[in-house]
C-alpha cells in the first residue's frame, strides 16, 4: 500500500500519516526524516516532531540525502515506512552542492524513481509532502524552479499512490481511496 498525504504548513499531515501508519498493524514502523538541522527554527521542528512520535514504537533513520544511496532493506513484509517529507527531501537534493547535476526534467524523474523505490519495497509506505502552489506570488527563478519539481513529484507520486489525501485545518479530505484503506 501507497499513500501520498499532502497539505499546507501545519496543517496537521504528519499527525495523520502517522496515524496511518499506526492503524497499518506493521509491526515494524520507519520514520524516515529529512530535514536538514541548519538552524535554530529547524532543530526546534526537528525536536518537536521526535516528542510527537516518541512512544509510538518507530525506528528514526535521518536522510539528507538521497534515497538511492541508503541501504534500504528488500525484506520488508510488515514493515511501515512513513516518509517525512518531500519537499525538505527536494530542498535537500536540488540545493545541495552535488545537487541538480542534470536538466530539471532528469533530477524530477530521479527523486521520484527513488520514491517509488522506497514504495515498492515497503510493505504499507506513507509519503508527506506539502502543498505549496495556490498562493499565487511571484518567486525567483530559482524557487519557481523548486516549486515547478516539485508540483510535477508530488504529480508523479499521486498517480503511483493507491490512495491520496489533503489535510485541511487537521481534516483528512480523500482525493483518492484504495478499497482497503476503507475500514
Do not use: Q
Amino acid at each position: 500500500m501507497f499513500i501520498l498525504v499532502t497539505g499546507g504548513a501545519s496543517s496537521g499531515k504528519s499527525a495523520f500519516a502517522e496515524g496511518l501508519i499506526e492503524k497499518s498493524g506493521k509491526k515494524e514502523k520507519i520514520y524516515i526524516a529529512t530535514m536538514r538541522p541548519y538552524d535554530d527554527e529547524c532543530i526546534k521542528r526537528i525536536e518537536r516532531h521526535r516528542l510527537l512520535r516518541k512512544d509510538k514504537g518507530f525506528e528514526t533513520a535521518e536522510i539528507y540525502g538521497r534515497i538511492s544511496d541508503e541501504k534500504i532493506s528488500d525484506n520488508t513484509k510488515n514493515t511501515a515506512v512513513i516518509f517525512e517529507c518531500m519537499s525538505n527531501y527536494l530542498g535537500n537534493n536540488m540545493f545541495d552542492e552535488n545537487g541538480m547535476k542534470n536538466n530539471i526534467d532528469s533530477f524530477a524523474e530521479e527523486l521520484a524513481e527513488d520514491i517509488c523505490l522506497l514504495s515498492d519495497k515497503a510493505d504499507y509506505a506513507v509519503v508527506v509532502t506539502n502543498e505549496i502552489f495556490s498562493d499565487g506570488e511571484a518567486y525567483s527563478a530559482e524557487t519557481m524552479k523548486y516549486i515547478e519539481i516539485l508540483g510535477y513529484l508530488n504529480r508523479r507520486l499521486a498517480e503511483k499512490a493507491d490512495c491520496v489525501y489533503e489535510v485541511v485545518c487537521g481534516i483528512p479530505v480523500v482525493l483518492k481511496e484504495d478499497k482497503r484503506e476503507r475500514n
